[in-house]
């Protein structure tokens, strides 16, 4: 069965310091994969995602992801975090077939807390 | 502006009250999703609607009654709720049902059952 596995359930950083925040896959064949965000009292907000070719996406608010197939993972970096990036962070990969999940199948979310 | 509009922001109800949850999107997109968003657990699809129509149930309890009357539209009718119904609704949309069409959502509805 196709699941997302985020092994962090909180996280604190310094600002200024980098982030890495860590998703695993299990998908049987080229699994389409997006990084949300969910800043308090909102939504959630597409940061990335990757379907194929380069390994290595960018998104927005300077977020990167590098997507490493022999690992089955997908993990979301930032060279230098900010205190607004405090929020929780949502790995997801599309669901094959799109159906009962829904088009996605979400990760329990990584919060992350900022230090000034 | 999000794209995806939900109201109210809040909600208390006691449990045998009605209330709808509203949900407009206005990105042109054809399929919208309810989401429950409760503490500690992953976000669960409630309903999913591509062109008006309803293609998914995950086995929601009747209390919750779905309705969408065009693309644009979705709501959430709510009647006896239990004090575990309380959580954060989230209404999502998308272009279709492709698996590479990202998902945009609204702000939510925080529910309150007393």
């Known amino acids: 069965a196709q699941s997302v596995t985020q092994p962090d359930i909180h996280i604190t950083v310094s600002e200024g310091a980098s982030l890495e925040l860590r998703c695993n896959y299990s998908y049987g064949a080229t699994p389409y994969l997006f990084w949300y965000v969910q800043s308090p009292g909102q939504g959630l907000q597409l940061l990335l995602k990757?379907?194929?070719?380069?390994?290595l996406v960018q998104g927005i608010k300077g977020f990167e992801a590098e997507f490493k197939r022999s690992q089955s993972s997908f993990n979301l970096r930032k060279p230098s975090v900010h205190w607004s990036d405090a929020a929780e962070y949502f790995c997801?990969?599309?669901?094959?077939?799109?159906?009962?999940?829904?088009?996605?199948?979400f990760g329990k979310g990584t919060k992350l807390s900022v230090k000034p | 502006e999000t794209g995806v509009t939900q109201t109210p922001r809040h909600l208390v109800m006691g449990m045998t009250n009605k209330k709808s949850l509203k949900c407009e999107q206005h990105?042109?997109?054809?399929?919208m999703y309810w989401y429950k968003q409760s503490a500690k657990k992953p976000l669960e699809l409630m309903f999913v609607?591509?062109?008006?129509?309803?293609?998914e149930n995950n086995s929601v309890p009747s209390r919750f009654s779905p309705e969408c009357p065009n693309s644009s539209h979705l709501f959430l009718h709510l009647h006896t709720l239990q004090p575990e119904d309380s959580a954060l609704y989230l209404c999502?949309?998308?272009?279709?049902?492709?698996?590479?069409?990202?998902?945009?959502f609204g702000n939510g509805t925080r529910l309150t059952v007393t």
């Open positions: 997801a990969v599309a669901a094959l077939p799109a159906g009962s999940q829904g088009n996605l199948i």
């Open positions: 609607y591509n062109f008006k129509e309803q293609t």
């Open positions: 999502a949309s998308s272009q279709d049902r492709d698996r590479r069409s990202p998902l945009h």
């Open positions: 990757y379907f194929s070719g380069d390994t």
């Open positions: 990105l042109g997109h054809n399929a």
